[in-house]
């Protein structure tokens, strides 16, 4: 099948596509396995707390309510500090110790919020499936000749996100140095640094770059400053929604609280967010992107 002819595209040499990864090469799992899973590291939190605080819970405490609640607060002081400084990582160990505060539980040390923090990450094989034309289209890009790159924004990274990699198969497809991920590297998306980390490692120039991701202003907005082709795959839900139009609101929760932070004039920032191309699936991508290097 001959490429299509993408106007934006014409006269690029494009060489590597970099990926984020939520809604783009995986999903949630259905909500009773999401929950599930979710439940299991808020018990694995509150054990940690009964057995190393001098102020333990009281025994006939609603554990799952108390739990989500404690999810829930720590989720939320997080996207309070996204907020404040959006191209910085926050510190996933000071949320843990504000919710504690905030919900009348022990104070704990660094270490053990750490800890805490550490127990409640969802670990991905378990809550997320990876979309049916995913591994088909990674392979197919990479025998077509393109260089594979992640660039991530997680609060849970290091080593056991590496782990989840392997398991969900995509490190066949992605090395090591080209996944970048915000809870490593302390800077997210939109931020250039964190797409240059992985151009870097491939040694591809931005303009050569193509980024394929969920968000706009993260993943459009943030290739765009650097002149790297975007492509928006707009969330599932969205896509119930409408494909058509020249502006397109927010697809994730966290770009919902920062234009309301920021007020009218985040909105406007907003509307002027046009991706260079806008695709359905991962799987339409071969339609595009024929061989590496070809203009």
Known sequence: MPPKDIPALN????????????????????????????????????????????????????????????????????????????????????????????????????????????????????SRALFEDCLATLAELQRRGFLLGVVTNRMHGSAAFLEDMRLMGLLDYFAVPHIAVSADLGIRKPAPEIFLYVLNALGVPPQEAAMVGDGLRTDVAGAQQLGTFSIWIPQRRVQTNTLTGARYVSDDQLLAQVRHHEGQKYAQMLSDIKPDLIIARLSDLLDIFVKAGSP
């Open 11 to 126: 006269g690029r040499t494009i060489r590597c596509l970099l990926f984020d990864v939520g809604e783009t090469l995986w999903t949630r799992q259905d909500d009773a396995k999401w929950d599930a899973v979710a439940h299991a590291g808020n018990l694995r939190a509150l054990t940690l707390l009964r057995q190393h605080c001098n102020s333990p819970i009281p025994a006939n405490t609603d554990e799952t309510l108390l739990g989500q609640q404690l999810r829930t607060a720590i989720d939320k002081h997080a996207r309070n500090m996204i907020i404040q400084t959006p191209y910085r990582e926050p510190n996933g160990v000071a949320a843990v110790g504000t919710a504690l505060a905030e919900l009348d539980l022990p104070a704990v040390d660094t270490e053990l919020a750490a800890a805490i923090f550490e127990a409640m990450r969802m670990r991905i094989p378990e």
